[in-house]
Structures are given as structure tokens and as C-alpha cells.
Antibody
């Protein structure tokens, strides 16, 4: 079955960077885009961006432009999300999610378990 | 960006009752590119409805979606104990993809 397994919780200081991984299995890696979504404590869901696992093309939400980098490793079917210049407002659970039909801008039918990133001095 | 407004913020109902959740978009969604998710604490969100009215795989038929343009509705015909959660709508018509603020369905 389709699985997205994320790396473990992280604690970072303000100004640092964090890199979260999302290892996929159970389907052909290049057939579906991967999105990243985050949820700050007590807040709703926020879309960060998307990566095409085939060629690596990305599209980031303007809010995160310049601070986020999404990459992929086809040999391990893993996608990465790196967020730099962390501040306390970046404390959140970060999710990777697969798009339903491989079209990119599509609903998300499978999700990782979430990775808590805490930014604190 | 397209802003999605969900109402009500909280819905207090009893098991067996009908739940009606609304999602309004700040501009019309072409092809009804709207989805609904269920989110429980400590879990990943779960896709319920996509393309405004199509049920995702494995979703019980007590969940249904309707609407087009700027007004969309998620209906849960008879609430089961496991249905008490937060529900989000999402548009995937235009980048950036956006979510509504959520509706919490709580036990009355």
C-alpha cells in the first residue's frame, strides 16, 4: 500500500535550518507530485509548495520563497523539504502529501505522519 | 490568492444527527476543484471528497459533497462517534493552493 514515512521531530534554534525527509513506497515514485503542508499549534493547514519527482521542478508558495527548498532522490524515492532562517513562527507539524492523480495541483490522497519542528532559543 | 471561508467555526451535534458544513471561495473555482479533509488530533488529514462531490476511496456514503462556483457544502447524514473532528476545505484550482480555516464538529 502507499506509504509516506517522514523523519523524526526536530528542535532548532532561531536562524537555523531544518531538513525533513519523506520516504515514499507502494507506488511508482515519478507518477505523483508531492506537496508539503504545515500546521502551526492551534492553527489551520497551510500549503508550502510542490515538487515534481520526475524532473525535480518546484512551485513554492510566495510566503516561503527564498526560505524553502524541496528536492528529491529518485534512487530512494524520497522527497526533502528544507526551511532556512527559522523563527519561532515556524514551529509546526510539517506534512508531506501525495497528489491523487499525478496532475500536480490535485487533492492529497496519502499523507506522511507529520514531523514536529520546534524553533526555540 | 483564493480565500476559503468555512462556517460555522464549531458545530455541536449529537451522534446520529446531520451535519452541514459550508465553504465559500473568494472567487469562482473552475471545474469545481474543491476537496474536503477530516483531521483528528495526532493524525494526518484524511481526504474525504474531491472535485466537490466525488468520494475518495474507502469513504462511507454518509459523507457527501456538493456545490460549484463559490459555494460548497459537506454533508454528513448521520454522525458516527468517529466523525467528530475538524474538517477543512481546500481549493486546488489556482496556486497557491489554499485551505479554509476549518470547522470543528464536536459532541453536544
Amino acid at each position: 500500500q502507499v506509504q509516506l514515512v517522514q523523519s523524526g521531530a526536530e528542535v532548532k534554534k532561531p536562524g537555523a535550518s531544518v531538513k525533513v525527509s519523506c520516504q515514499t513506497s507502494g507506488y511508482t515514485f515519478t507518477r505523483n507530485y508531492i506537496h508539503w503542508v504545515r500546521q502551526a499549534p492551534g492553527q489551520g493547514l497551510e500549503w508550502m509548495g510542490i515538487i515534481n519527482p520526475t524532473g525535480g521542478a518546484t512551485n513554492y508558495a510566495q510566503k516561503f520563497q527564498g526560505r524553502v527548498t524541496m528536492t528529491r532522490d529518485r534512487s530512494t524515492s524520497t522527497v526533502y523539504m528544507e526551511l532556512s532562517s527559522l523563527r519561532s513562527e515556524d514551529t509546526a507539524v510539517y506534512y508531506c502529501a501525495r497528489d491523487l492523480r499525478g496532475g500536480g495541483f490535485d487533492p492529497f490522497d496519502s499523507w506522511g505522519q507529520g514531523t514536529l519542528v520546534t524553533v526555540s532559543s | 490568492e483564493i480565500v476559503l471561508t468555512q462556517s460555522p467555526g464549531t458545530l455541536s451535534l449529537s451522534p446520529g444527527e446531520r451535519a452541514t458544513l459550508s465553504c465559500g471561495a473568494s472567487q469562482s473555482l473552475s471545474s469545481s476543484y474543491l476537496a474536503w479533509y477530516q483531521h483528528k488530533p495526532g493524525q494526518a488529514p484524511r481526504l474525504l471528497i474531491y472535485d466537490a462531490s466525488s468520494r475518495a476511496t474507502g469513504i462511507p456514503d454518509r459523507f457527501s459533497g456538493s456545490g460549484s462556483g463559490t459555494d460548497f457544502t459537506l454533508t454528513i447524514t448521520r454522525l458516527e462517534p468517529e466523525d467528530f473532528a475538524v474538517y477543512y476545505c481546500q481549493q486546488y484550482d489556482t496556486s497557491p493552493l489554499t485551505f479554509g480555516g476549518g470547522t470543528k464538529v464536536e459532541i453536544k
